[in-house]
């Protein structure tokens, strides 16, 4: 059994069409992530060689429908599936997204964000407390991409994520892809949101690809909007922001590759990890030159 780094881990989410070259290549890859509601309806037997391939390399588990960020408390059947599913896998650590899934009893299937208020703080704490009564723990937090500046906000992205992460004292799942096409869709600089929000709170990272729309605005003229599909490869200024991360963060941090779609040969998803580790080393090498001298005596 590999032993537990304590260093910065370089990993991918687990996905059926490439787990064979996942196990292929454990070499090369520190941690994978799994999906929790891949897994709710599951055989047993599934679950269970979920410990083989923990004995292997280790697991964090990561959340996309209980819907956290809402003035409506989740659902009680999800949560409840939900927290079976993590106390049988008994990952590392968790996550979800700070987003709304639901209104009422309609699923949205979609990760929506939602306004930027004190209502949807309130109401994101309110859940966060709920899910650590059930679960026994708390997720890290992700950042949600969207197409649509959520109207009724009160709060800027940045602002209204640390508002959550400080009050409810959860880690974060800073998503950087997720922040760049955000960044590029309403007109704020990326690098700002890194240095605004606590990063010494960011315990996982994702990285991810995606692709330019071309949509009609409301006045007639093109807008370009950045989609997060997790089809494409990452693009280089989201290693710039792991870059930056790394040089912020005094803590470790583990980094998954998101890809669900469109596989390229698996050595391309491997020479993406390589470029992680990449951006990481300079950014920590960075930080080290940015220290202060220590002189003995």
Do not use: C
Not at 83 to 112: D, K, Q, T, Y
Not at 144 to 168: C, F, H, N, Q, R
Not at 173 to 202: C, I, K, M, T, W
Not at 233 to 238: E, G, R
């Amino acid at each position: 059994m590999r032993q537990l780094s304590t260093g910065d881990r370089v990993g991918l989410s687990w996905r059926s069409e490439i787990a064979a070259s996942i196990l292929q290549h454990l070499d090369r890859i520190d941690v994978v992530e799994l999906i929790a509601e891949d897994y709710f309806d599951a055989p047993a037997r599934r679950v269970r060689a979920l410990s083989t391939l923990a004995a292997q390399v280790p697991l964090v588990v990561h959340g996309i429908g209980l819907g956290l960020a809402s003035a409506s408390p989740v659902s009680e059947l999800h949560l409840d599936r939900l927290a079976r599913f993590v106390n049988r896998a008994r990952p590392e650590s968790w996550s979800e997204h700070l987003a709304f899934v639901r209104a009422g009893p309609i699923e949205l299937g979609h990760l929506a964000a939602p306004p930027r208020s004190e209502a949807t703080i309130a109401g994101t704490l309110a859940n966060l407390r709920r899910v650590r009564a059930v679960v026994g723990s708390l997720p890290a937090l992700e950042n949600v991409a969207s197409l649509l500046d959520p109207p009724g906000s009160d709060y800027d992205e940045a602002s209204w994520l640390s508002a959550i992460a400080t009050d409810s004292d959860a880690h974060l799942l800073l998503d950087l892809h997720n922040l760049y096409s955000n960044a590029q869709n309403f007109g704020f600089e990326a690098a700002d949101y890194v240095q605004r929000v606590p990063v010494e709170r960011v315990s996982v990272v994702h990285l991810a690809g995606g692709t330019w729309l071309e949509t009609d605005g409301s006045s007639g003229q093109s807008r370009r909007l950045r989609l997060d599909d997790h089809f494409h490869a990452v693009p280089n200024a989201v290693y710039a922001l792991l870059e930056e991360v790394a040089f912020r963060a005094p803590q470790a941090l583990t980094v998954i590759l998101e890809r669900d779609g469109k596989y390229p040969p698996f050595g391309e998803l491997l020479q993406e990890l390589t470029l992680a580790r990449e951006a990481l080393a300079r950014g920590r090498a960075r930080r080290r030159e940015a220290e202060p001298v220590r002189h003995a005596g």
